[in-house]
Nanobody
């Protein structure tokens, strides 16, 4: 089982920056892709950014050029640097990890979420 804990959310003015962190713990054979999702009130959860264990990244079009995902494999931690934040970035942000269990089963885990509010 892998557990994820997010931190770094908060209230920021439009144009400001925040850095989210997601620390993983537990036992797994390996942790593969990690990513950030967000869910605004009344909307579906959407992928914001993802990163593989090899460092390949993918971003939602709405955040390209403003958000950067990075990863410290030694610490099994993933970060999301968010710059030039906009009110439409307001949402609960969730960390996700895809991992191989000790039994070589592919599993997924979610964090509890951290709230990001961007004021205009």
């Amino acid at each position: 089982q892998v557990q994820l804990v997010e931190s770094g959310g908060g209230l920021v003015q439009a144009g400001g920056s925040l850095r989210l962190s997601c620390a993983s713990s537990g036992i797994a054979f390996s942790i593969n892709a990690m990513g950030w999702y967000r869910q605004a009130p009344g909307k579906q959860r959407e992928l914001v950014a993802s990163i593989t264990s090899g460092g390949s990244t993918d971003y939602a079009d709405s955040v390209k050029g403003r958000f950067t995902i990075s990863r410290n494999n030694a610490k099994n931690t993933v970060y999301l640097q968010m710059n030039n934040l906009k009110p439409e970035d307001t949402a609960d942000y969730y960390c996700n990890a895809e991992y191989l269990s000790l039994g070589r089963q592919t599993k997924g885990s979610w964090g509890q979420g951290t709230q990001v509010t961007v004021s205009s």
